[in-house]
């Protein structure tokens, strides 16, 4: 058995990162209780953000991408985790400040590990990855704060991207009224209304400046977007509804008003998925296990390799990656 595995390597650069398919061995990685053999890893925006270097999310050079991956116990000695056993990383620096998921082995602490539940495979576990993931807690906060599906239309913004492809399939099986929306509704709407949106808008409805109060739309909503778009949706939502910021696709920016807080009582949740305590973890792949219609999550999933991820980095970056991508790192 070699001793070495294949990785793909960031290197600094005064330019872009240079990205280099690099055979490296365990010590080569860095510290960590639980080795584990990955089989499947995803793309996600900030992985495209890491490998195109249009944004500072590496932070330790040189670095193996890659925010989550799924795969096999290789060895362990965290008490929590034994040889065999099937797990899901998602976040917690990884990809960032420690070695990711762009490799065939990953040393890790196993604080960050969760065991997969036995009814999602691998590679399905990828096909929802971090983007998944998250949308999973934003349905969660979602039913947290009382949006139900007699309360009204969700709409889903970035709704062809990772996150938006499953919140879309997800609130559909739940018995919500989902509109979608895309900046590529023409091409992308046959897509989101298989995934089970009733309705798909162009998202140019909600990319420019737009009015501090509009008529009231949505019961609640899921946006990946961020800046203008984020704005206007507060705008359009109901009383008492409930939107979730997860993204920043269009900017960090929230060029807004609090008038849609103090006059509607509309409630901004967050949903940070980095740092999120392992029992919001636990729950939230415990409800994608139950929840996420297998044949529509295969609809939205398309499958590559490692040499395909500088290829995919660049067109995650232009909006060109629809649903989810599942890496096969032995490919």
């Known amino acids: 058995m070699s001793n070495t595995f294949r990785a793909l ?130 349905v969660l906060a979602l039913e947290r704060q009382g949006v139900t599906p007699d309360k009204g239309d969700i709409l889903v913004t970035g709704a062809a991207g990772g996150v938006g492809s499953v919140a879309v399939a997800l609130l559909a099986k739940l018995g919500y009224r989902v509109v979608a929306s895309s900046r590529r509704k023409d091409s992308e709407s046959a897509y989101l209304t298989g995934l089970g949106a009733a309705e798909v808008l162009d998202a140019a409805e909600f990319s420019a400046p737009g009015r501090p109060l509009a008529k009231e739309r949505w019961a609640g909503a899921v946006d990946s977007v961020g ?40 409630t901004l949740a967050g949903i940070d998925s980095v740092m999120r305590p392992t029992p919001d973890r636990v729950e939230a792949w415990t409800r994608l296990a139950r929840d996420m219609d297998r044949a529509k999550l295969d609809a939205m999933t398309t499958d590559a390799t490692l040499t395909d991820l500088p290829r995919l980095a660049a067109d995650i970056m232009e909006g060109k990656v629809r649903g989810r991508v599942v890496v096969d790192v032995n490919g």
Not at 30 to 43: F, H, I, L
Not at 111 to 137: C, E, F, H
Not at 230 to 241: D, E, F, S
């Open 9 to 138: 390597r960031l290197h600094k650069t005064d330019a872009a990162p240079d990205a280099r398919f690099e055979d490296l061995s365990l010590d080569d990685l860095m510290g960590g209780d639980v080795v584990v053999r990955v089989e499947c890893s995803t793309v996600n925006f900030k992985d495209g953000l890491a490998l195109t270097g249009k944004s500072p999310v590496v932070r330790v050079w040189p670095l193996i991408p890659g925010i989550d991956f799924a795969g096999v116990v290789e060895s362990s000695t965290h008490q929590g985790f034994r040889a065999g056993e099937r797990v899901v990383l998602n976040g917690w620096g990884v990809g960032e400040a420690h070695h990711g998921g762009y490799a065939q082995k990953a040393r890790v602490k196993g604080d960050w590990l969760v065991k997969l539940p036995d009814d999602i495979s691998n590679r399905q576990a990828m096909a929802i990855g971090t983007a998944g993931y998250t949308a999973m807690l934003s």
């Open 227 to 266: 800046s203008h778009t984020l704005a206007n949706v507060l705008a359009q939502t109901r009383y008492g509804g409930v939107v979730t910021a997860c993204g920043l696709a269009q900017g960090m920016d929230l060029p807004g008003s609090v008038a849609p807080f103090i006059l509607r009582g509309v």
